[in-house]
């Protein structure tokens, strides 16, 4: 491995969100132990000593991955973070929780509360909020539709039947005032705990066992 700077700035990511947790120091000694415990260590520029994340808060972070930036002089540390990342308490140095994911889902949603907020004359949203039941029977008649579509051969006519089944039942859940959290929540619970893969570095035989993250063209290699 090459040469690591006495300090390295290290961008901590959410891997879960890809929001920013925090910004910490690292350097050869901090980086190793990194890698051999799997677990964010860093280097205190205040107290002048290595901290492992969480060692008095139990608020660890796991390494999924770690990447060296283009002229190697930062790095981006990927992680699963156990509880809040700030000392203060909060999801993260930047912000109290994690920033909403701008997704065409939500700006679907946006638009639904623009049109209940300011409606447009001629507005198929305004129509279908306004007529009660209607936005759960177009529900309905969506389905069929994609169904039958789904049973043929024409992937646009499939594509175009599913986009429209989506966006009548985002437009229920609107109507019902259900939102799209709460429907992410449930699936989360369903899928149940989160398993991120790891690889790991091979142990030769004899040596004591220890647990090591593999970083292909970032931190375990020379770069070419």
């Not at 796991?62 to 156990?82: F, G, M, N, P, Y």
């Not at 209607?134 to 309905?140: E, I, L, N, T």
Request: aromatic fraction near 6%; include cysteine; glycine fraction near 6%.
């Amino acid at each position: 491995m090459k040469s690591v700077p006495k300090l390295v700035p290290v961008v901590v990511q959410d891997v879960r969100t890809n929001d920013v947790l925090m910004l910490a120091y690292t350097n050869r000694e901090t980086l190793a132990l990194t890698r051999k415990t799997g677990e964010m260590h860093y280097w205190s520029r205040s107290r002048k000593r290595v901290w492992r994340k969480g060692e008095t808060s139990g608020h660890v972070q796991k390494v999924v991955s770690l990447h060296w930036d283009c002229d190697r002089d930062a790095i981006l540390a990927r992680v699963e973070q156990t509880g809040p990342a700030c000392h203060r308490g909060t999801y993260s140095c930047f912000a109290r929780k994690p920033f909403p994911a701008r997704t065409l889902l939500r700006e679907l949603w946006s638009v639904f509360e623009d049109r209940k907020r300011r409606p447009e004359p001629g507005s198929y949203v305004n129509r279908i909020l306004e007529s009660g039941d209607q936005a759960y029977r177009k529900v309905g008649e969506e389905a069929v539709e994609f169904i039958l579509a789904a049973k043929g051969r024409d992937r646009k006519a499939i594509a175009g039947e599913a986009a429209d089944l989506l966006f009548h039942t985002l437009l229920a859940l609107f109507h019902r005032g259900v939102r799209l959290e709460e429907v992410e929540a449930e699936m989360e619970e369903r899928r149940g705990k989160r398993r991120v893969e790891r690889v790991l570095v091979a142990v030769p035989a004899g040596k004591k066992k220890t647990t090591k993250i593999a970083n292909s063209r970032e931190i375990a290699r020379d770069r070419d």
